[in-house]
């Protein structure tokens, strides 16, 4: 060990690892290095010893994190060691102390730094990027591979990494783009892990030795034969027309049946039981995973009610002044909307929730306390297991199904390690434990498979954005940015699948012409034949889609035209009917106005609503300032428009669009075609059609796999040359495909955003203009937001001016999506209006309070939003230039930033 390397080690109060020692040791060597180790391995060691490297050589090191919570927390790690004066932060929301040697910055900024050639990067002489296997990210995963394909040969790269199976191939990629870059894996975690399932009350062992706890496998087998055997037992209705069940049939007949399906149910342990027990054995603190933040809510609760408590005198009088210390700026009236009461009962008694719905400052306050050993269970969403530092000598895993943003489905074997990876302290503690609680259908040989595992490979999520494109264009030129993003990982990994990919292309091939030749028929070329089927069902459902896409795009267009006063028909179920519109609008999915029917109704319609595009037949005057809450208003104006019916009947004409003569009249020719066909006349055809059937699936297996096999060979390149593409046409980039980048491309650059694009077109369009700080912050909120499930109440925009400007993006929009569809690029979601009021009512002045009462939101949720349509105001404002929209953005973020958005401690 060298002496730096010993000076180093001095400074903590455990020896290195070998692991860390080999990664240091390629530091000083003046290699790069990329480690992958289990969560509370240790790994940031070898990221601190870059600092140290980098302190002890006169250069710089920048130390990256995922998101701005690691930031802050890295930060005063570093500055407890190396004081304040040589470590600095850059967060986007934060600038301390920015030219210091040492400056820890979210990966995003180190990109937006490189971008802009910031003179801050001169003497950079190492990268640690924690958290590196975020690459895969599918929202931002691009960041971390832009970075390492951007930063200078001289830079060394410290890539920090959770275990995962592929190691050797990312190692491979880094050593090819950045050249010497060495793999340290370990398996190995400094403080062992246990496994167990808590089963009602008990505490069982998950493993007996190297075998799975037979125990728990016969738990498992009499629970599923007590299952199978109820389901066997008939079922009827009783007299009153109920479902009746009988017990009396099966293994088990009667109170015996019940007492065993009451014993299946007694085996999933109550939450207070589980902490009682853990308590008992000295488990405690704990983190209960629970994949809901609504769960983890509502277990806080039941965990309190129960009369559990976890903490002495003087750990309350601790817990309080903690609390109190995080939540002084807040205004008592705030803290009442919060529900601070609830809060602190439950948080002095040791129990707390985790989540990103939570206050930061209510969230910040439980890090702390459950760092220093004073909150003893906290039940958490799985984004604690990616967030900051905060380990327990216990893991509690209630369920192993989460929903993934479309189904519930099993956690991977590499959720389950990351999770679990949170228990057992280093240095306090001598083993950790992770507990799955027992659920019904529970297989123990499931679970001793995910325990086993330790590794998930890591794929890489990268794709060219226009944001991108028009920065490594200005930067590099297209011709070295486009051989640069063919060094990416994304292009690395594509490359080497496409083996695999051509050996299935074969195989399905030789399979099809087996199929083929079992369908032959003595009629004639049966093959041609079940080919021209297959014709005619493609253009039909051709035809059918386009008529589909022409009335909802004949719909959107007239409700987009419509007016107050005009006399639409409206859809029903059994029949259609007349109503006027009496106010324009914008839902969800498009243009949604408001209509009174004859019968007195008010209705909000959206483009769902009409089978086909509606009809407007004529127009009536409705009053200047009428009220639909009125029933005499209602009454008048729905009395007035029965007349107008009465005296200009409409006619109520069907506008089915019709689909395309030339499709149609194709579908014809070949239909009259299939019919003269000698095989059309087989008696054996529909015998010969399944083989030809199969046949034609494999052909189409093959099709698929081999435009896969396209698009893996440059196909990022090919996507980066269809962005520029797009540029070109819109005149972001040169048209002569040359390496300008025009005004427009240059406000562009400074929009980072997944509507970057769209946010780019709108400026240009004028659509921001002449909007208050409110109205301005309402409309930008839509290219940011994304809603999670249903909201109670439907979205709404907060007055007419921000409706026309919605409207107009949303115009905006579409023009993008069916430019991107011209150069066979995917589009990205529409704008999502459901913070615009909130937002809104909050840049107007309104207390929290009352912006907490109107909307679905929590309070976490709230001001992380919030901080986020600042900071794309704050991009807005750079890339617009000097004049009254950058004087409008600023207007708008300071009236963002205050009380709890102020407040709040940096976060992602």
């Not at 015996?256 to 853990?278: F, G, I, N």
């Not at 905060?390 to 509690?396: G, I």
């Not at 995917?826 to 002045?845: D, L, R, T």
């Amino acid at each position: 060990m060298t002496a730096l390397l010993a000076e180093f080690g001095a400074g903590y109060d455990f020896e290195l690892d070998d692991y860390q020692l080999t990664a240091c040791g390629h530091l000083i060597d003046g290699r790069g290095v990329l480690v992958a180790a289990p969560t509370g391995a240790g790994k940031t060691v070898v990221g601190e010893f870059a600092v140290h490297l980098a302190l002890s050589q006169g250069r710089k090191c920048f130390y990256t994190t995922p998101i701005k919570a690691l930031s802050n927390q890295k930060y005063h790690d570093l500055v407890d060691r190396y004081g304040s004066d040589a470590v600095g932060l850059l967060t986007g929301d934060s600038t301390i102390n920015g030219e210091a040697p040492v400056v820890v910055m979210t990966t995003e900024v180190l990109r937006n730094m490189i971008y802009a050639g910031s003179s801050t990067l001169a003497n950079l002489g190492f990268v640690v990027m924690d958290e590196v296997h975020y690459l895969a990210d599918r929202f931002r995963g691009a960041v971390w591979e832009e970075v390492i394909i951007s930063l200078a040969p001289s830079v060394q790269l410290v890539a920090l990494s959770a275990t995962v199976s592929n190691a050797e191939e990312f190692g491979d990629w880094l050593s090819e783009v950045r050249g010497g870059v060495e793999v340290v894996v370990t398996e190995r975690r400094p403080v062992p892990l246990y496994q167990h399932v808590m089963v009602g009350r008990r505490l069982l062992e998950l493993f007996a030795g190297e075998d799975v706890n037979p125990e728990l496998i016969r738990m498992a087998k009499d629970e599923a034969r007590n299952q199978r055997d109820d389901s066997r037992r008939p079922r009827g209705r009783s007299g009153n027309g109920r479902r009746a069940t009988s017990y009396g049939s099966g293994r088990y007949g009667g109170a015996a049946a019940k007492q065993h399906l009451e014993a299946s149910r007694h085996l999933v342990p109550r939450r207070d039981a589980t902490v009682e027990r853990l308590a008992a054995e000295g488990l405690l603190p704990a983190i209960f995973f629970i994949f809901s933040r609504q769960g983890c809510d509502v277990a806080v609760v039941q965990l309190a009610a129960s009369g559990i408590r976890l903490t002495n005198a003087v750990e309350r009088h601790q817990l309080v002044e903690i609390a109190e210390r995080h939540v002084g700026s807040l205004s008592p009236s705030d803290l009442d909307a919060l529900g601070y009461d609830r809060f602190l009962a439950a948080f002095t008694d040791g129990i707390a929730a985790h989540h990103a719905g939570l206050l930061p400052a209510f969230k910040e306050a439980v890090e702390e306390a459950f760092s220093a050993g004073l909150v003893k269970v906290v039940f958490a969403t799985e984004t604690l297991a990616l967030g900051i530092n905060m380990p327990a000598r216990s893991v509690v895993l209630e369920r192993l199904v989460k929903y993934n943003g479309e189904t519930h489905a099993d956690i991977t074997a590499g959720e389950f390690t990351q999770l679990t990876g949170r228990a057992g302290r280093r240095g306090i503690d001598v083993e950790g434990h992770a507990v799955v609680c027992w659920q019904p259908g529970l297989d123990p040989r499931a679970v001793a498979a995910l325990a086993s595992r330790r590794t998930y490979p890591l794929r890489s999520s990268f794709q060219p954005t226009y944001n991108m494109a028009v920065n490594l264009v200005a930067t590099v030129g297209r011709e070295r940015a486009r051989g640069l993003l063919e060094q990416s990982f994304a292009q690395f990994q594509s490359d080497r699948s496409v083996v695999g990919l051509a050996r299935t292309i074969s195989l399905a091939k030789d399979k099809a012409r087996a199929q083929w030749t079992q369908a032959t028929c003595d009629q004639g070329d049966a093959e041609a034949y079940f080919r021209l089927r297959s014709q005619i069902s493609a253009a039909e459902a051709e035809a059918a889609r386009l008529r589909r896409a022409d009335r909802r795009s004949e719909t959107i267009e007239v409700l987009q035209g419509l007016q107050v006063g005009d006399i639409i028909d409206i859809p029903g179920r059994r029949h259609r009917g007349w109503g006027v519109v009496i106010s324009e609008g914008l839902g969800p999915d498009g243009p949604s106005p408001v209509v009174l029917t004859v019968d007195r109704q008010t209705k909000r319609l959206g483009v769902t609503d009409f089978p086909e595009p509606p009809v407007v037949a004529s127009h009536m005057k409705v009053p200047k300032h009428f009220d639909p809450r009125s029933t005499a208003f209602r009454r008048n104006l729905s009395s007035a428009l029965e007349a107008k019916l009465r005296r200009e009947p409409p006619e109520l004409a069907g506008r089915s669009a019709q689909a395309d003569a030339e499709s149609m009249a194709r579908v014809g020719e070949l239909r009259e075609e299939m019919r003269r066909h000698p095989v059309h006349r087989c008696p054996d055809r529909e015998e010969h059609a399944r083989y030809a059937e199969t046949a034609l699936r494999l052909e189409r297996d093959a099709e698929a796999a081999q435009r896969q096999v396209e698009r893996r060979t440059n196909t990022i390149a090919v996507r980066f040359d269809r962005v520029c593409s797009v540029l070109e046409s819109l005149g972001y980039l040169s048209p002569d495909g040359g390496d300008r980048v025009t005004e427009q491309g240059r406000m562009l650059s400074r929009l980072y955003s997944e509507l970057d694009l769209v946010t780019a077109e709108a400026v240009r369009d004028g659509v921001f203009a002449d909007l208050d700080p409110a109205q301005l912050a309402a409309v930008v909120s839509s290219l940011v937001f994304e809603a999670r499930g249903d909201r109670r109440n439907p979205a709404r925009l907060p007055d007419r001016r921000s409706e026309i400007a919605q409207q107009r993006l949303r115009t905006i929009w579409r023009q993008v999506c069916l430019t991107e569809r011209d150069h066979r690029l995917p589009s990205h979601a529409e704008p999502e209006i459901g913070f615009a009021e909130s937002i809104h009512a909050w840049v107007s002045g309104a207390e929290l309070a009352e912006v907490m009462y109107e909307s679905d939101l929590t309070a976490g949720d709230f001001v992380r939003w919030a901080r986020q349509v600042a900071d794309a105001l704050g991009q807005l404002a750079e890339a617009s230039g000097p004049g009254v929209l950058r004087t409008t953005c600023r207007s708008a973020i300071t009236a963002i930033r205050r009380g709890v958005v102020e407040a709040a401690p940096l976060e992602d």
